[in-house]
């Protein structure tokens, strides 16, 4: 092999060099399906898990603005309680976050 081609400086092939070892492309032109229904599965667990939170947090910074609104000496303590239940909502995220990379293995 001359010097300069890619065998002989120690690259690898360019199928291997343009996917990636271990890539979803990869995975697509094997016979064993596990690899692509594993990434599916996690984008379905955290997208899941994204859009619950996503609604609650609505909710309730809709409500405090409305509790707010109504009653303004009142506005500390609703914007405290908001805090925690905002706090609350988003560890549910981090929960499927986690969850989707314990799908991956």
Known sequence: MPPGSATGSGLRNAST????????????????????????????????????????????????????ARQPESAGTVRTTMFLGIAFTEALALFGFVLAFIISG
């Open 17 to 68: 060099a343009t996917t990636g070892e271990g890539s979803l492309a990869q995975a697509a032109n094997s016979s064993d399906p596990t690899a692509g229904l594993t990434a599916i599965g996690r984008g379905i667990v955290y997208g899941g898990a994204a859009i619950g939170p996503g609604i609650g947090i609505g909710l309730v910074v809709g409500n405090a603005i409305t509790a707010m």
